[in-house]
């Protein structure tokens, strides 16, 4: 049943996206579905009946037709789009956006920094305990970042995915997209540079300084600065963009 969906998916895709063809496209759908069914019921398998389906529906244009709908040029179809994503909820959207991204590389920082402290718990001293309560203490601060966010995220998106884009908006994001690459370019090399560095400062503790410990928990520290810089400015570099499934222009 998906592939009759997909199939009529993709005959949509360059119509205009108006409540009038959303509504033939539905009842297209609900026709080729009991089509379909009528099919099974007379013994064809699966295949044989979608094929059927496929075949006897014809084109979009011989669809189109048939409803007494025509399929706009690109210039046409400027005028046609509706509930298109305007200037403002792009500007909201990257707002949620940053708080994502922030919320999110600190989260991860929290989960370094929770590995960091919790080596210190072997160390046979009296409070050896305090290192495992910090530990527990960055997990849930870290999970409390990441959870609430994400959900807000999730929420924000929904509204935008599947909507198209007007062209004052898609403009937009190509300025926020050429003016943050700067950015996203210095911050995603210094965080891989860290995560790298995090390495030999292990050897460094543990061969010269015999702070094994320390190197470790040094190394968990440095690496969660650089995960933290490249997961923050990779989340808003691809969310400036804001590409969502099917977008389109609108005037």
């Known amino acids: 049943m ?15 996206k108006t409540a009038e063809t959303q509504k033939a496209k539905k ?25 059927t389906v496929i075949n006897e529906f014809g084109s979009i244009d011989e669809l189109l037709a048939e409803l007494e709908l025509e399929k706009k040029d690109s210039s046409e179809q400027d005028t046609e789009f509706f509930d298109a994503i305007d200037i403002e909820e792009a500007f909201d959207f990257w707002a949620t956006v940053r708080r994502f991204a922030f919320s999110v590389s600190s989260g991860i920082l929290l989960f370094c920094l929770a590995l960091s402290t919790v080596v210190f718990s ?17 997990i849930a601060l870290g999970v409390g970042l990441i959870v609430p966010a994400g959900m ?13 884009l007007t062209q004052e908006t ?13 950015s996203f370019r210095s911050g995603l090399s210094l965080g891989i540079g860290l995560c790298i560095l995090a390495i030999p400062s292990i050897v460094f503790f543990s ?31 691809n969310g400036l963009k804001l590409e969502t499934p099917k977008t389109r222009l609108k005037a």
Do not use: C, W
Not at 122 to 138: C, E, K, Q, R, T
Not at 170 to 182: G, H, I, L, S
Not at 209 to 230: P, Q
């Open 152 to 164: 807000k995220y999730s929420k924000t998106f929904e509204t935008l995915e599947d909507r198209p």
């Open 2 to 16: 998906n592939t009759i969906r997909n199939y009529l998916d993709s005959l949509f895709l360059n119509v205009p």
């Open 27 to 51: 009842d297209l759908l609900s026709t080729m579905e009991d089509h379909y069914y009528e099919l099974i019921e007379e013994g064809k398998n699966e295949n044989e009946a979608i094929g």
């Open 170 to 182: 898609q403009k937009e994001a190509r300025t926020q997209v050429k003016n943050y690459e700067k």
């Open 207 to 237: 061969e010269f300084l015999h702070l094994d410990t320390v190197g470790v928990s040094t190394f968990f520290g440095i690496a969660g600065i650089g995960v933290f810089l490249i997961v923050y400015t990779s989340i808003i570099y």
């Open 122 to 138: 072997d160390n046979g001293s009296i409070i050896a305990a305090l290192p495992i309560v910090f530990f527990f203490i960055f």
